[in-house]
C-alpha cells in the first residue's frame, strides 16, 4: 500500500536573496506549470506592488507534488511557505514559520548573511526547528563560497549562544551537521557538493535540494486518529467564496461539509466557541487552489464558509473543542496617523473614497489579515494611528488604499516608546551599511548626527566596506533619501529591529527647510524662473498650489513662505522674444516614501490616486507662527 507523506517547509531569507526565483524552479520541475503552461518569473510574487519593488510582502503557500518519491513508491507532497524577507513584514514570517517542521535558509553567495538573514534564523531556532543551509547565486562572478558558508555557520551559534531557551541553544548547534546546499535558482539547479566560486552547481536540476529536504526535515507531528485540531495562519478572499482561511492540521482529519468547532477569543481574551460547517475545502497545487473532500493531519489547505474567522484561531473537533496558541508577534515599532484628506484639493485627486466612515472600514479590514499592526483611536474623530513594524510595511498599506481610491492625510512617521523604570526607551535598529570605501567618512558623519554608533567594520575586496550602526529608529527616518545621494546610489544599507533602549536625545531629521505657498492659484514658471536659487522645486508650471501647500526644499535650514503663482507684468517695452530663453530645472517627484521621509515634525502627505503632495499640517502663515510663538513660551 502506498502511502502520501509531507514536508511542511519555509524558505527564509533576506530580501532579494532569491527566494520566490527558487520556488518558481521547485514549481516547474515539479510540473505545476502543465506541459504547455506559461512560465512566469516569480508567479509567487502576485501582489502588484511586490512585482514593482521586486520583493516579497505576503506570505504565501505552494505545494510541490514530487510523483512516487514518498515511502513504497507513494507521493511527497512538499508543501512551500515563501516568506517576505524584510523585518518590516515580520508578522508574515511568523506565520509562515507557525506552519511548518523546518527551513531552508537562502544566503547570497556574494552578500553573505545581513540583518533580515539573523531576523529569519532567529524566529526559526525559537520555534526549536531544523535549518538547512542553501548558498544561492553560486553563479555570481563575486561568489564567495566559503567565506558566506562559514559567515553563516558563525551566525548560526551567535544566536545559538543568546537564546534563552537552554533547548533551542542546544539544537542550534547541532545544525552544524546538517548538509549545505549550493544552488542556482534562476538555473534551477542544486548540489551538495562545493561548485567553486563563480560556477554553477554541477547538477541537472533541483533533485538534491529535494533529496535534503526528505532527509533533513522531519515528517509532520501529527496524528490521524486524534480528534481534529487545526491552526489558522493566514487570510484569503474569493468573489465566490467570502473569507478563506489557510490552516496547518495537527491532528485529526477535516472533510468538505463537516461540522467543526471554531475557537476564537473575545475583546477581554475569553475563548468563543461555535459549531460552524465547512463550506469548501482547497487545496493548493502548484499555484493553483483545487476543490478536495478531504485532508489530513500534517497538511496544509484552505477551508472557506466561516465569515469571521481570524488568524490565530484554532478549528477542532467539535466533541473535544481545545484550542492551539494564538500567534504573537513582535512590537510595532514606527506609528503614523492615516486620516481623510483635509487639504483644499480634496476630492480633486481622482478619489471616490473620502469619508471618515469608510476610511475607518478600511482600517478595520486591514486588520484581519495582518497581525503586525494596531490601529488606535486620536482626538480628532478622523483619523487614527496605525503602528507597524517599519516604513516599508506602513507604506505598502498607504500605497495599497491609494490604488483603491482612497484620499489621505498621513502624518510624519514617529517611533512607538515606551517608559520603563521611569525612564523612556525608543526602538534601536541595527543597520549594515555595504559601500565603496570612499563614502566611508560621509556616511559615517550622517549616522553620528543621528546618534548612531559604530559596532564593527570589515573591509572587503574591491575596495569595499561593510559597516554595522546601532542607531535610533526614529534616526532612520529620512535616512536613506540622504544615503543615496552621499554614495551616488552605488550603497547598499539594511536594518533590522535591536530591541529597546534609553531615549538617545533630540535628532535632526533632516538639513534642509520646505519652501511653503503662501497663497491659493496657478504655479508659473515666472515664479518658478525667479525664486530658482531658493532651492529644488517639486512642482511645475500650471500645477495648482494651495496656501500652506510645501512646493519645494529651502537650500536653508528654515522654512520659507514664497509667491510660486506671480505673473510677470505686461508692459508696452519688451521684446517679442523676452520669454523664449527661460529655462527651468526638472522639477523633483517625490515616491510615497521619499515625501514620508521628506516631511517636517509640522507636515503631513496628501494621498491620492492622482497626487502626493507634502503640506503643512496647520495651512494658514498666521496659525504656524502663533502655534511657534506658543512653542517657545512653553519652553522656556
Not at 554553477?200 to 522531519?218: C, G, H, K, M, S
Not at 486524534?226 to 495562519?233: D, K, T
Not at 463537516?258 to 477581554?268: F, G, K, N, R, T
Not at 529608529?473 to 529597546?500: K, P, V, Y
Request: aromatic share 4%.
Amino acid at each position: 500500500m502506498t502511502t502520501t507523506e509531507f514536508r511542511n517547509v519555509a524558505i527564509v531569507a533576506h530580501v532579494d536573496h532569491g527566494k520566490t526565483t527558487l520556488v518558481n524552479g521547485m514549481l516547474e520541475q515539479s510540473g505545476a506549470f502543465g506541459d504547455h503552461g506559461e512560465h512566469t518569473d516569480r508567479v509567487m510574487d502576485s501582489n502588484d506592488q511586490e512585482r514593482e519593488r521586486g520583493i516579497t510582502i505576503l506570505a504565501k503557500n505552494t505545494a510541490v507534488i514530487r510523483k512516487g518519491k514518498g515511502k513504497d513508491g507513494g507521493d511527497l507532497i512538499i508543501n512551500v511557505i515563501d516568506t517576505p524577507g524584510h523585518a518590516d513584514f515580520g508578522g508574515e514570517v511568523e506565520r509562515g514559520i507557525s506552519m511548518v517542521d523546518g527551513v531552508v535558509l537562502l544566503v547570497d553567495a556574494s552578500e553573505g548573511p545581513l540583518p533580515q538573514t539573523r531576523f529569519v534564523l532567529t524566529k526559526a531556532l525559537e520555534a526549536k526547528l531544523p535549518v538547512i543551509i542553501c548558498v544561492n547565486k553560486t553563479d555570481r562572478p563575486d561568489a564567495r563560497i566559503e567565506e558566506v558558508v562559514s559567515e553563516s555557520h558563525d551566525l548560526l551559534l551567535e544566536i545559538a549562544s543568546v537564546l534563552e531557551d537552554p533547548e533551542a541553544s542546544e539544537a542550534a548547534e547541532t545544525l552544524l551537521d546538517l548538509p549545505v546546499i549550493y544552488a542556482s535558482g534562476r538555473a534551477g539547479k542544486a548540489s551538495t557538493e562545493n561548485p567553486g566560486d563563480a560556477n554553477e552547481p554541477d547538477a541537472e536540476d533541483l533533485q538534491a535540494l529535494f533529496d535534503v529536504i526528505y532527509d533533513v526535515l522531519p515528517e509532520p507531528s501529527a496524528k490521524i486518529d486524534a480528534p481534529l485540531q487545526a491552526h489558522v495562519a493566514n487570510l484569503d478572499s474569493s468573489d465566490f467564496l467570502g473569507r478563506i482561511a489557510l490552516l496547518r492540521i495537527y491532528s485529526g482529519k477535516i472533510k468538505k461539509g463537516q461540522q467543526v468547532a471554531w475557537i476564537s477569543w473575545d475583546e477581554d481574551g475569553n475563548e468563543v466557541v461555535k459549531n460552524v460547517k465547512v463550506a469548501e475545502l482547497l487545496r493548493t497545487v502548484g499555484f493553483e487552489r483545487q476543490p478536495d473532500t478531504e485532508a489530513i493531519a500534517g497538511d496544509i489547505i484552505a477551508i472557506s464558509g466561516i465569515p469571521q474567522i481570524m488568524i490565530g484561531d484554532t478549528i477542532a473537533d467539535v466533541e473535544h473543542p481545545v484550542a492551539l496558541p494564538q500567534i504573537h508577534v513582535d512590537e510595532p515599532a514606527i506609528s503614523m496617523t492615516i486620516g481623510v484628506n483635509t487639504s483644499p484639493m480634496a476630492g480633486q485627486g481622482g478619489g471616490d473614497k473620502l469619508t471618515a466612515r469608510v476610511v475607518k472600514s478600511r482600517l478595520d479590514q486591514e486588520l484581519i489579515g495582518n497581525v503586525s499592526i494596531r490601529i488606535l483611536p486620536t482626538e480628532r474623530p478622523d483619523a487614527w494611528e496605525v503602528q507597524g513594524r517599519g516604513e516599508m510595511a506602513l507604506s505598502v498599506l498607504i500605497e495599497n488604499m491609494r490604488r483603491e481610491g482612497f484620499e489621505l492625510t498621513v502624518g510624519k512617521p514617529q517611533v512607538v516608546t515606551q517608559v520603563i523604570d521611569g525612564k523612556v526607551h525608543e526602538p534601536y535598529e541595527l543597520l549594515t551599511i555595504d559601500t565603496p570605501s570612499e563614502y566611508q567618512g560621509a556616511i559615517t558623519q550622517l549616522l553620528a548626527a543621528r546618534k548612531g554608533q559604530m559596532q564593527s567594520m570589515d573591509v572587503r575586496e574591491s575596495n569595499w566596506v561593510r559597516m554595522i550602526f546601532r542607531v535610533p529608529a526614529r534616526g532612520l527616518i529620512g535616512f536613506r533619501t540622504q544615503f543615496m545621494t552621499e554614495t551616488r546610489g552605488a550603497g547598499i544599507a539594511n536594518s533590522i529591529g535591536d530591541g529597546l533602549d534609553v531615549w538617545a536625545g533630540d535628532i535632526k531629521s533632516r538639513a534642509t527647510g520646505s519652501l511653503v505657498a503662501d497663497r491659493t492659484g496657478q504655479i508659473t514658471a515666472y515664479a518658478l524662473q525667479q525664486l530658482s536659487d531658493r532651492g529644488d522645486f517639486f512642482v511645475e508650471p500650471g500645477d495648482e498650489a494651495y496656501e500652506g501647500m510645501v512646493v519645494g526644499a529651502n537650500n536653508r535650514d528654515e522654512d520659507m513662505d514664497i509667491n510660486i503663482t506671480r505673473e510677470k507684468k505686461l508692459t508696452n517695452m519688451r521684446s517679442a522674444n523676452a520669454d523664449a530663453t527661460v529655462t527651468l530645472s526638472k522639477a523633483r517627484k517625490l515616491s510615497l516614501e521619499e515625501a514620508l521621509e521628506f516631511c517636517g515634525n509640522d507636515e503631513c502627505v496628501e494621498v491620492a490616486p492622482n497626487a502626493l503632495r507634502v503640506r503643512k499640517v496647520a495651512l494658514s502663515a498666521n496659525d504656524r507662527k502663533r502655534a511657534a510663538s506658543r512653542a517657545k513660551q512653553l519652553h522656556k
